[in-house]
């Protein structure tokens, strides 16, 4: 008769795992501040037991908590410049906000709900960017759509082709953490002017399974994105303060 195995799942592993370690870092830790009789060489103890297993996870808190707390309110320069009405002249969107379609064109429907989201801050139009997957690719194209009495007759335009007032860009930031975190920048730019009025932060935080704690504390692809922290970002909130509000 073959022996009994028993296999216990590495998910059941993984707390009892986890918790002994940090136990063990507390353990060590009080030892060290019982020899040194101070708090802050039990921290920087503790600190450094943990950074061994989670020091991703602590600097993508700090990271985190830098963009929220600091950054945050601290991206608006200067605001547009808008009529009676509170409404900006024109703004473009290119390649920053992508509007899916499912057929060659905007249809008639899809232009009106446009319009409907944008013309109660916006005068005369707005540049978009449309994309449609065909032929297994992804097809980018330009369109602008007309708001308030310029949806009637464009011909109120001194130039139908004319550049959009206000502008919005995305850029690949360069990061310290290139393995932690992807991020991106949006600048509110015045074309008129060529001056930034505004910039917004987008962060991405990224996984791996190639730590210590992959290995020895049963932290597995899903775990890892379990413990991950979401992306966060201020786009909205400087867009809402720039243009709307």
Known sequence: MPPLELVVPESFLFIPANLSYI???????????????????FFIALLGFLSLMYSDLIFKHVIKNYYEIVQKNRTIYSYPI???EGKIDSLSTVRVYNYPLYKSTLSQTEKDNIVRLHESYINKFIDI???????????????????NVYKYDNSFLEDEKQKARYTITKVK???????LYEEFEYRFIDTNSNLIIGTAYSIKFLNSTNKLRNRFLYWSKEKEEEFNINSIQNFDTVYKKLFID
């Not at 353990?27 to 802050?40: E, N, T």
């Not at 360069?174 to 393995?179: A, W």
Request: hydrophobic content about 40%.
């Open 23 to 41: 136990s063990f870092c507390f353990f060590i830790s009080f030892l060290i501040y019982r020899l040194s009789r101070s708090f802050i060489v």
């Open 82 to 84: 808008k009529n009676d």
């Open 129 to 147: 960017t449309t994309v449609r997957y065909r032929f297994n690719k992804y097809i980018y194209n330009e369109k602008r759509v007309f708001l």
């Open 173 to 179: 930031k360069e990061s310290y953490f290139k393995k």
